[in-house]
């Protein structure tokens, strides 16, 4: 079975672009989550969404949004970027809301800004 | 917010050791988790842990959730050149989840 996928797989942008990033959950996970890995560091939680609605928000600033669609993928968006958002972005899929330990994560997408 | 200690930053032992690595926290958790990161790789749950006091194997591994619910550990034992990666820990309360800063393993044949 598929695991979570996500794409690109890796993405350079310049200050101030926009960058959308992807993730397909698991084949009938309803909950998908969204996290930044800055290197050296643990996960940080950004987004959770179940059945297309937002269920949880992470301390980031509004530059950061998500959405989930009726197959239950999902965007992460970035605008104005920084220097700072460079980091390694994970999607986690989960069953139910909540997730927690029934969470799976993808391999990341890793995002360079110049 | 709930912030999470995890030591040590790095290990490097030989094959065949032992490896014992802990997470201490400021608030309480009603869950623990433990997950290892390969280069390229999303986290993987190794171990979850429900209840104050609760020690639980996998194979090598066995964690303890704390009796305090504020800090659990995890042990390896007798490691493997394939235990390498880094290690994380996570406390969960209620849906929100944090996650400890990572301690590296090297694993010398």
């Known amino acids: 079975d598929a695991g979570v996928t996500q794409s690109p797989t890796h993405l350079i942008k310049t200050r101030g672009q926009h960058v959308t990033l992807r993730c397909s959950p698991i084949?009938?996970?309803?909950?998908v989550s969204w996290y930044q890995q800055v290197l050296g560091q643990g996960p940080q939680f950004i987004f959770q969404y179940y059945e297309k609605e937002e269920r949880g928000r992470g301390n980031f600033p509004d530059r950061f949004s998500a959405r989930q669609f009726p197959n239950y993928s999902s965007e992460l968006n970035v605008n104005a970027l920084l220097l700072g958002d460079s980091a390694l972005y994970l999607c986690?899929?989960?069953?139910?809301w909540g997730g927690g330990e029934t969470q799976y994560f993808g391999p990341g997408t890793r995002l360079l800004v110049l | 917010g709930q912030q999470l200690n995890q030591s040590p930053q790095s290990m490097f032992i030989q094959e065949g050791e032992d490896v014992s690595m802990n997470c201490t926290s400021s608030?309480?958790?009603?869950?623990w988790l433990w997950y290892k990161q390969d280069p390229g790789e999303g986290p993987v749950l190794l171990i979850a842990l429900y209840k104050a006091g609760e020690l639980t194997s996998n194979g090598r591994l066995t964690a303890q959730f704390g009796i305090t619910r504020k800090d659990s550990f995890l042990n390896i034992s007798a490691s493997i050149p394939s235990d390498v990666g880094i290690y994380f820990c996570a406390g969960l309360w209620m849906n929100d989840m944090r996650f400890g800063a990572g301690t590296r393993l090297t694993v010398k044949p």
């Open positions: 084949s009938g996970h309803k909950s």
């Open positions: 608030s309480i958790f009603n869950t």
């Open positions: 986690a899929s989960s069953p139910e």
